[in-house]
């Protein structure tokens, strides 16, 4: 089994909520548990690809780190020469786990899912949207028509939604904290809004009646974007669902959407202790490791 990976990922931002170092963390404990895991490093990607989701304007000002204060505020994360690197091969990533997806049925991308950004700017700790270019690469390259991207992160999937909003073949669904950023929230093809202090047995229930709704939809391959930050000690959110009851929601998705190629992204996880974040991550693709 390929996962997609880069050290460039572990990028240094100060004093932060979004602790880099849980991508190196899961590696080693993927490293510990399974003795078939080969990394393979995102090559380098056409910036062409970057054009199908994102303006030129916004690429450019990226890549030469002209972004203004303003737009660097909204971003929410500093600007250098690492974390635009890093964001171009983290777009990379997700490009070469549906590719790897294609092949072995499951493409894991650790350091993926990045759902925050927006055609002409960049949000929520996220510069470019790696889920929508691997959408778009797909569309040009294979014979693939029908794409579903499921984000159960905390946080809507409001860049993703709103690329997507007029792609009648891209279904959409997002279930997230409603009290949360983003504010406003975009419209997803599907949206499932929990309360603050949501716990397992609601979650996994409103969970389940999405997944159906997309299956209807009948995808020919889905983006599954992972977010660690459900969890009930995360501290940019108030959900209270349990590691476990993470681990029966990456179950469900995987049973729903066995008969079709998933590409699995890591999107967000802010818990205070960052080794609980990259435990979630590893239960993950634990799970859809197994036979």
């Not at 549906?98 to 049925?105: F, G, M, S």
């Not at 949501?198 to 299956?215: A, M, R």
């Not at 998705?253 to 996880?269: E, H």
Request: aromatic residues 10%; proline residues 3%.
């Amino acid at each position: 089994m390929k996962i997609v990976y880069s050290s460039k990922y572990e990028v240094d931002l100060g004093e932060h909520p979004f602790n880099t170092t849980k991508y190196r963390l899961i590696k080693e404990l993927l490293q510990q548990e399974f003795k078939n895991i080969e990394f393979v490093e995102p090559p380098d990607i056409d910036i062409k690809w970057l054009l199908k989701v994102h303006t030129k304007e916004y690429v450019e000002k990226v890549l030469n780190l002209k972004l203004s204060y303003f737009e660097i505020l909204r971003l929410e994360i500093p600007l250098t020469k690492q974390v635009s690197e890093s964001a171009v091969i983290a777009v990379s990533g997700t490009v070469l786990a549906a590719k790897l997806a294609l092949e072995q049925k499951i493409g894991v991308h650790i350091g993926g899912g990045w759902h925050h950004a927006y055609p002409d700017h960049g949000e929520g700790f996220c510069v470019f949207n790696d889920l929508a270019v691997g959408v778009r690469y797909l569309q040009e390259t294979t014979q693939l028509k029908k794409f579903a991207v499921i984000d159960c992160d905390v946080h809507q999937g409001n860049g993703t939604a709103k690329i997507f909003e007029k792609d009648t073949d891209v279904f959409t669904f997002s279930i997230h904290q409603r009290e949360i950023y983003p504010f406003p929230k975009e419209k997803s093809s599907l949206d499932i809004e929990l309360p603050a202090y949501s716990k397992d047995k609601e979650y996994l229930q409103l969970l389940e009646e999405g997944l159906k709704e997309v299956k209807k939809f009948s995808p020919q391959m889905v983006f599954y974007q992972a977010g660690a930050d459900v969890y009930e000690n995360d501290r940019l959110a108030q959900l209270k669902i349990t590691k476990q009851g993470i681990i029966e929601r990456d179950r469900l998705v995987k049973k729903y959407f066995n008969d079709v190629p998933v590409v699995v992204t890591l999107g967000g996880g802010y818990a205070e202790d960052v080794r609980d974040t990259a435990e979630i991550h590893f239960n993950t693709i634990k799970v859809f490791l197994e036979k």
